[in-house]
C-alpha cells in the first residue's frame, strides 16, 4: 500500500512526538482527503489534543497541556476502547451528537474516529472530518486511517515514554 510507504517515510524523517506525530497527521490528511485530522492521546479518561492539521481557523491552536474528560464523548469512547471505528455516516444519533461541539456542521460533511493501538492498549484516536461539498468517509476510508493509525501505535510508546521525560509536567 502506498499510504504505508508514504507514512513510513514520514516517520523516518521526524523525530520526536510532536514531529512524528504530525507528519503522520498530514499524510492520513491527505490520503482521507480530509478537511482536518487531529491525533488526540486517550489516558486516564481524558483525551490530549496532540496534533491537530488541515484547514483549521488559524486561531485555533493547541496547548499540549489542556485534556477534555472522556465522558464528553461516551459513545466515541466506549467504541475506541472496544478497538473499533466510528464514522458520521453510518454511527449512532449519539456519536453525531457527542461531536456537534467540535464539527461545525455547515463546514463538514462528516468525520471519523479510529483507535491508535499500542501494546495491546488503545492509547488514541485519529480524528479527521471532510468537507462539506465532498462526500462523507466510506468504509475503505475508514480501512485506510485504521491502518495508518496502526502503523503511528507501533512508535507511539517510545515517541510517549520521551515526550514525557523531557516534559514532566506534561
Known sequence: MQAR???????????????VVEATAVVI??????RTVTVTLLKDDMYRDI?????????ESI???????????????ARLLAN??????????DIHHEHLQIVPEELVSGFLGV???ADGQVRGEVFATRRAAEPPFTADDVEVARDLATQLG?????????????????
Not at 29 to 34: D, G, I, R, V
Open 115 to 117: 483507535p491508535i493501538v
Open 29 to 34: 490528511c491527505q490520503e482521507l482527503s480530509a
Open 5 to 19: 510507504a508514504r507514512l513510513q517515510g514520514a516517520i523516518d524523517e521526524h523525530s520526536g512526538l510532536l514531529e
Open 63 to 77: 496547548d499540549v497541556r489542556e485534556q477534555y474528560p472522556a465522558f464528553n464523548y461516551p459513545e466515541a469512547t
Open 51 to 59: 496534533v491537530k492539521v488541515g484547514d483549521y481557523d488559524p486561531a
Open 154 to 170: 507501533g512508535r507511539f510508546p517510545t515517541l510517549l515514554a520521551e515526550y514525557a521525560l523531557a516534559n514532566p509536567d506534561w
Open 84 to 93: 473499533q471505528a466510528y464514522v458520521s455516516s453510518d454511527s449512532t444519533r
